[in-house]
């Protein structure tokens, strides 16, 4: 069965700081999708990222990065210059990309921003 | 484009009484799923559905049932509501890109109180 652990349930970065919040999930598969997700205080549930097991290359969304090291099963987020609006729960999640269907989450991570 | 709504938002229910949360998406997603949210443990999937006609069990199906007659709909029934079922349930859509769920798109969530 797959599984995703986040190990940070929380954690704290000054205003325009960086901050890395890890991941890592377990499999035996090697064709799956990851994901990071945002909870801000409104509760809606946003996609930050996503990588697809089979690229190499770690995906980039403005401030927001990924360092994924299929081999060792980590998918970390690195958010850069960090803003007030960054105050969030961060999911990170796992699914495979045929058979169970099932989408895996995290227990999360809470990042507050500091002025 | 609505995306995926849910109602209602807020619930309170009485030990053993029933209810429906609806679901709706009007993005012709073939996979939609349920969350419930609890503090600390991250979203836990309930039950799935992969087309009209189709569902499955999820992580925790247990006191939930589940139908899917259109693409569009997929409401969560509660039997006979108890105080474990009290969380922030999650309604979300996603289209099936290379054989499984991709970026899933959720709804605005429903907090239930049972007491």
């Known amino acids: 069965a797959q599984t995703v652990t986040q190990s940070q349930p929380e954690m704290s970065v000054q205003e325009a700081e960086t901050v890395t919040l890890s991941c890592t999930y377990d499999t035996s598969e090697s064709n799956y999708y990851l994901f990071w997700y945002k909870q801000p205080p409104s509760r809606q549930m946003i996609l930050v990222i996503r990588q697809e097991a089979y690229k190499q290359q770690n995906a980039t969304e403005n401030r927001f990065s990924v360092n994924f090291q299929k081999a060792a099963k980590s998918f970390s987020l690195k958010i850069s210059d960090s803003q007030l609006g960054d105050t969030a729960m961060y999911f990170c999640a796992f699914t495979l990309t045929s058979g169970t269907y099932k989408y895996i989450f995290g227990t999360g991570t809470r990042l507050k921003v500091l002025a | 484009n609505a995306g995926v709504t849910q109602t209602p938002k807020f619930q309170v229910l009485k030990t053993g009484q029933s209810m429906t949360l609806q679901c709706a998406q009007d993005m012709n997603h073939e996979y939609m799923s349920w969350y419930r949210q609890d503090p600390g443990m991250g979203l836990r999937l309930i039950h799935y559905s992969v087309g009209a006609g189709i569902t499955d069990q999820g992580e925790v199906p247990n006191g939930y049932n589940v139908s899917r007659s259109t693409t569009e709909d997929f409401p969560l029934r509660l039997l006979s509501a108890a105080p474990s079922q009290t969380s922030v349930y999650f309604c979300?859509?996603?289209?099936?890109?290379?054989?499984?769920?991709?970026?899933?798109?959720f709804g605005p969530g429903t907090r239930l109180t049972v007491t």
């Open positions: 979300a859509s996603s289209s099936l890109l290379a054989g499984g769920p991709y970026e899933q798109y």
